[in-house]
């Protein structure tokens, strides 16, 4: 069974620091762009970041320069560090992994909750 376990999300003040991390229980784990997503009160959930196997990474333009997504094959984790934080970017985030050549192979993990308030 296919486990996504986030972690690291919680309450801070606009201009502060998280990081989030993802534990994944998956067979071939460099076979998967692993991603993070978001989604806020009454929006559609949104692409926040992706990273290959490789480590090509693309970003969301409203977080470009403050997010940064990075992946360890062997431990089978991705992690988002988020500087610069600000309200807008309150949200539950969820982690994503999405089989590069089988697009039915695509989990999602329960999410964790940032909270961005004064």
């Known amino acids: 069974q296919v486990q996504l376990v986030e972690s690291g999300g919680g309450l801070v003040q606009p201009g502060g620091s998280l990081r989030l991390s993802c534990a994944a229980s998956l067979n071939y784990f460099s076979i998967y762009v692993m991603g993070w997503y978001r989604q806020a009160p009454g929006k559609q959930r949104e692409l926040v970041a992706t990273?290959?196997?490789?480590?090509?990474?693309n970003y969301a333009e409203t977080v470009k320069g403050r997010f940064t997504i990075s992946r360890d094959n062997a431990k089978k984790t991705v992690n988002l560090q988020m500087n610069s934080l600000k309200p807008e970017d309150t949200a539950v985030y969820y982690c994503?992994?999405?089989?590069?050549?089988?697009?039915?192979?695509?989990?999602w993990g329960e999410g964790t909750l940032v909270t961005v308030s004064s």
């Open positions: 994503n992994a999405r089989h590069k050549v089988v697009g039915s192979l695509n989990y």
């Open positions: 990273i290959t196997s490789g480590g090509i990474t």
